[in-house]
């Protein structure tokens, strides 16, 4: 396959995962929403909580080894072995031995966390209920992108969003509001049910198969899973302690409305990582993918990112009532989620050269993770959520740019003026949000700026579109 025809490849597969993505995501969105509409802002904070654990829970495991399946089963293909169902046989039996074990560390740990350690025995199994969902959930989901059967993904994505109804007017007409995560735990059960049924597969004469490199992918991926998505996840975890169930609260709702920034380089990057992987079996090296896939990531994501700045102090009261300021701590967050999501595709086309170039990311994410921490325990007494997003917004950066640089120099990258653009574009919007009065005038100048700024790549959609 040619360049073009993988780049209209990795479009079409990016199209549909949006579909999928997205439904998803306005499943998390409705958990947390529906949490604080329902029961209250404890609910949110318990959901909030519950959510973070199960995630960090899953690090050592599924989220983990989701670039390895991916990469490693897309590889198999491309070499034509026939060898990429056994992988995915013995990949699940590797994620639900991890998953469970990860349950039961998160259960232990849900004990003693300020918001959730006095709810009761409920809430806390529910933990450990979402925890081993969701980590099946992460690995069917690699499988199915290794295998490039990205339309039975989108399919389940949306058979899940059916059950989180379901589930969600069961326990708001029980009230029950320890089990506030079991609608999000079934939206989950359909992706998860494809990890489950590779079970029966028979894995055959593993020795024969890419064992030690997917150890080496899981062990770089765990590390910067922990330093990337548990980074992410540690943040209410840390506000609970530095100001309690209001701060856990805060910081969910925060994250309810900028984790869809997530959707464009996780549809990019699902699609980009086997394509790369696959074309890399053949010798090929696709560079313009990378090239393509930041671009069009960074123009997705600018817009709500920029609003999200300038409308801080009344965005999220429009999802979860006047109660919740997202202030300055949803600018700094804002700032955090767009430099993870421009630097994105550049992790991920690591992942696709070899467990060596991966360790790059790695090992940014844990300077990144470390320097944040340092900031949390030394503001974070006097300024609660402000030091949590103001430390998450340095970590983030000091994690994206080695991987960046390294993607540019192994890919023979040819930027030409992305970040000078992107660069103006984050300068303005700090000047408009610390001078300008916030309204509608102010929101709209601002959207046309960077519709002129964005340009190239606006064309470069269009014409994906249209070839398409």
Known sequence: MTTEGSSRQVAR?????????????????????????????????WATASISIAALATVIGSAGLSAGITKLISQLRGSGTGRARQLAALVARVALALTLAGAVAGLIYSTFDPTLGATGRGQIVMVGVLTLVFGLYLAGKSILYGEEQVSRYVRAELL??????IGMVIIVVAKADWAVVIPLALAYVPVAWVSLSRLRISVGDWHSLPVRSLLGYGAVGSVGSLSGVGFTSATPLVAGFLAGEP????????????????LAPR?????????LSFERAKNSQPSRLVEVSTGIAALAVAPFCMLFVLERDRVLQLLFGNQIVGGTTLAWFSAAFFVSVIGAPAVTSLA??????????????????????????????????????????????????????????????????LWLRLAFVSIGVAVAATLAPPGLAVDGIALFALAAVMLPEERLVRRLVARR
């Open 13 to 45: 597969h990016a199209a549909l995962s949006v579909v999928g993505l997205v439904t998803i995501g306005l499943v998390r969105l409705a958990e947390k929403i529906g949490a604080k509409a329902f029961f209250g802002e404890q609910g949110l904070a």
């Open 160 to 165: 899940g969003g059916g059950l989180f109804v």
């Open 247 to 262: 701060g856990t609260a805060l910081i969910g709702a925060a994250l309810a409305v900028l984790e869809p920034m997530y």
């Open 267 to 275: 549809a990019i990057g699902l699609a980009l990582l086997p394509r």
């Open 352 to 417: 696709a050269v070899r467990v060596r170039d991966a360790t790059i990311a790695m090992w940014s994410s844990i300077a990144g993770f470390a320097t944040a921490a340092i900031i949390w325990l030394t503001l974070g007494p006097g300024l609660g959520t402000v030091a949590v997003a103001f430390g998450y917004c340095i970590g983030s950066v000091i994690q994206v740019v080695p991987p960046i640089l390294t993607s540019t120099r192994r890919y023979g990258l040819a930027w030409g003026s």
